[in-house]
């Protein structure tokens, strides 16, 4: 097929895309928590797999991993002989936050400004979408066998489909997987993410009295858990905001697209005047070294807050470890140094630690080579990499249980996006290029043995 005419086929099919991601985006797929109900996971799944299985997969299945969520599975075989691709995505999402902050509902997929809004409507339900949009462009015309996997807790750090593959390989053994959980570097600008950062999450209790104490009787000697915390917490960060954990180098580099710091602070949403933190350049502090911050205190809010010493506070921290680095490493050593560091012999304990490795993609393949001239024909620019701050753990799973398999990250979730945050939006000319790239990757025979035509 040629180029043009696959082109014409993905622009026919953006009208569904468009009533399969309002579906989708109508569903609370926030995994555990019990902040929604957990049939709301359910019938996004149920989505899902009916999207999939109109579109020639004729053994879609939930499978229930170890952390209790369920992912969809299923298989469109190729002709014999032919490679296969698994596409990875996750229809699980970020709970929407501070409602009142959304200018449109989180749950209503809604357009404004030629962008789509809504909670999951880039990161990851629109990458479902892209995907569907590839393959229904290609239709009977496709050469290649395709597996396919959402994840259902993504967003969790529960590790359930990274334990499910590794237990069972054979499920997702393939010769190329494209994770469709990143983005391009800006609108039009085909971009691979070739670099996970890893993260740590701990959270820690710091205790010094049995109950909190009225602040006028006893403030003064009363050892304070809330000022041990800050003590604790503060040699974490240089003056200039770079991250020092005691024993872990970070000197980074980055070898591939720079940020530009005028971009950086548009997307980040800096305040004017407001300084950048660190001292590396940006595309360095974001995806070549680590990044500690404090996500979570529990300690009265203002509002409800009483003039006493607290009894015990916690607090949640996550750390970004870049390639290079290990996690277990840098939980030992912020351990080490949070321990230590505790005045007064407050109590300190340590729960609910995660961890997840960073991950780097092979680039010297020909799956790679092969979504690079497609990204290329689709954007009319070459594609470049980047590196992303945020991790998707299963990559690093995929990587150890397929180690034949070429693993590539591309995804609808460019910066804009502003996903995780109040007023995620996709671009649809993001989801429509993006699936045209994916649809030429397919229709070129997906890098491996078989061939098609791929146009001129
Ligand atoms: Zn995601």
Redesign the pocket.
Known sequence: MRVEEISTRVNGMMARAWDDLETLVAYRSVAGGGQFPPEECDKAAEAVARMFASEGFADVRLVETSDGSKAVLGHRPGPPGSPTVLLYS?YDVQPPLDEGAWQTPPWALTERDGRWYGRGAA??KGNIVMQLTALRALADDLRVGVKFVSEGS??QSTGGLAALVRRRPDLFQADAVIVC?TGNAEIGLPTATTDLRGALHVTMTVSALSSPVHCGTFGGPTPDPLNALIAMLAPLHSADGDTTIPGIEDTGEWGGVAYPEERYRRDAKLLPGVALAGTGAIADMLWARHALTVVGIDCPGVAVSAPAVQGSVRARLNVRVPHGSDVDVVWQALRKHLESSAPWNVEVRFDEVKRSQPFRSRTDGPAYALLAASMEQAFGRAMTTAGQGGSIPVCVALQESLPDAEIVLIGVEEPRCL?HAPNESVDPSEIERMALALALFLAGGAGGRTTDTTGE
Do not use: F, S
Request: charged share 55%.
């Open positions: 996750h990161d990851c993504e967003e959980d996903i």
